[in-house]
């Protein structure tokens, strides 16, 4: 990936306009100086609803240039070292080329096309080439900063991107948890002959070694499928959209049930965090929105209890944020979950 040009007046006014560098956040630090580095995969082949996914990365980049960087648990907080590395052509490209031959699948299913016709699987496995071709860059270049002592975090991109920075990091990692913010459960052995969609990253995720657990919270639109392979894997953990809902409607507090989340996960976390999870009035433009969710402050004070517990962050991912073509509501949400999970990264890495 392209390396940031370093900027010729490497200062940074927290009060001041933000001007945009190449970085999230506008923040002066290169690569080489920085702690965590940010890496964006406008990635949207496997999309089944609503595209859009792969404008999210340069969407949340440009509305992260009107953050206001105050954090009231975090001393000083624009100081922290955090870069970005501009996606590669190629990537952009390829998304293109393959998101062609996907819209012809999924057209071709919805007009009832026997899944097992000759030609759509043909078409199929080349999607699917074009998915691990995806993976393959996502963890080289994740490898890449994991072996230099970094911490790396995702930008997508649909929910399918992250694959191969989790992968990396298992080699890191004897142990840890992925803890998946979501409307949905991904846990669908493929979806639409697609062995890498975005509705099965959790599934994938799960083939990998040393993931010891899986913890959904806000998951609120699954199938059979997943449930069943949730309910018969002693891994996976869930807490529902639906059963978080009727526990604050009788009197729990959203602070009892964090602590519940909280204390289901081991040492070692790993943040998969898809928009959808959130209220639809938070991210109204995401490809398969879904009522019900997470308000943005149940999301801030369940990371600020994540800090607090010191559990450490290994790694981390932000997808299917999805910019509107009336307004930069969706990016603006998604800048600042970017902000407080890069944070929470920075101090419990």
């Known amino acids: 990936m392209n390396t940031l040009k370093q900027m010729e007046n490497n200062t940074f006014d927290p009060n001041a306009i933000g001007i945009p560098n190449g970085n999230y956040f506008g923040f002066p630090t290169t690569p080489e100086e920085a702690k965590l580095i940010l890496l964006s995969f406008p990635w949207d082949v496997t999309t089944s609803y609503r595209t859009g996914a792969s404008k999210g990365p340069q969407a949340i980049m440009d509305a992260s240039m009107q953050l206001d960087f105050y954090n009231s648990r975090v001393p000083a907080a624009w100081e922290s070292p955090i870069a970005s590395i501009a996606p590669e052509a190629e990537i952009i490209q390829r998304n293109h080329y393959f998101r062609n031959f996907a819209k012809i699948a999924i057209d071709q299913l919805e007009k009832g096309i026997n899944p097992k016709d000759h030609d759509l699987l043909r078409l199929t496995r080349t999607i699917n080439r074009g998915c691990e071709y995806l993976n393959t860059m996502v963890y080289a270049h994740s490898k890449q900063y994991l072996d230099q002592g970094k911490q790396v975090g995702i930008v997508g991109g649909d929910h ?5 920075l989790i992968k990396a990091l298992t080699e890191k990692h004897n ?8 409307a949905h459960a991904d846990l669908r052995k493929s979806y639409m002959g697609f062995k ?9 995720v799960m083939q990998l070694p040393n993931i010891s657990h899986l913890v959904q919270v806000g998951i609120r639109d699954v199938c059979q499928e997943e449930m069943d392979r949730a309910r018969s894997d002693h891994r996976i953990r869930q807490f529902t959209d639906e059963d978080l809902a009727v526990r604050m409607l009788r009197g729990d507090t959203w602070e009892t ?4 989340i909280i ?8 943040i998969s965090f898809d928009i959808d999870g959130l209220d639809p009035s938070l991210c109204p433009n995401t490809g398969t929105p879904v009522p019900g969710g997470l308000l943005f402050n149940h999301i801030l004070f369940l990371i600020h209890q994540l800090a607090s517990s010191g559990k450490k962050i290994v790694g981390f991912d932000l997808c299917e944020v ?13 800048a600042r979950v970017l902000y407080l999970l890069a944070l929470l990264a920075i101090t419990n890495g």
Request: glycine letters at 6%; charged letters at 15%; hydrophobic letters at 40%.
């Open 257 to 260: 049930l964090s602590t519940e």
């Open 175 to 182: 142990n840890f948890a992925v803890l998946q913010i979501d």
């Open 322 to 334: 999805a910019p509107g073509k009336e307004n930069t509501w969706d990016a603006n949400v998604g």
């Open 160 to 164: 399918s991107v992250p694959l191969g």
């Open 263 to 270: 204390a289901a996960l081991p040492e070692k976390v790993y």
């Open 196 to 204: 890498y969609s975005h509705a099965s990253i959790m599934y994938n």
